[in-house]
């Protein structure tokens, strides 16, 4: 299952529950705002994924969706940069043959760039944070 549609549906699944027990009268604001969220296709909260990309700890945040694009930013410590982080800005795209692509980048420069080298574990980053290993 998706990381990111098993978040969703870990939601859903106690909404769902908490209805057939206690009646959608019992649900709460938020609840009736993740409920109606995720019937119209849109993420129940944020998504956050972290893990490593080569020697750095990377976190993946997810915000906005629409039908075939997830957007957020990853932010990589990096302890050799002076700022000690870097953040890009971006989007995974996903297919209808269920491949991927991850189009990150900050003010000047893109992730794969700053961090030649690392391509495949960047790739195997975004696509863990889509697809439950």
């Not at 961090?115 to 975004?126: H, T």
């Amino acid at each position: 299952m998706k990381f990111i549609k098993k978040f969703e549906k870990f939601i859903l699944n106690d909404i769902l529950d908490k209805i057939s027990k206690f009646g959608m009268e019992s649900l709460t604001d938020k609840e009736r705002h993740d409920l109606n969220n995720y019937s119209k296709g849109k993420p129940t909260d944020e998504v956050i994924y972290t893990d490593m990309i080569g020697p750095f700890n990377a976190t993946l945040k997810l915000t906005t969706k629409t039908n075939d694009r997830w957007y957020g930013t990853i932010k990589i410590d990096a302890p050799d940069d002076p700022s000690g982080i870097n953040i890009y800005n971006g989007y995974i795209e996903i297919f209808d043959d269920g491949n991927l692509i991850g189009i990150f980048d900050s003010e000047d420069s893109d992730i794969y760039t700053d961090y030649e080298g690392l391509e495949a574990e960047i790739y195997n980053f975004i696509e863990n944070a889509y697809f439950e290993n």
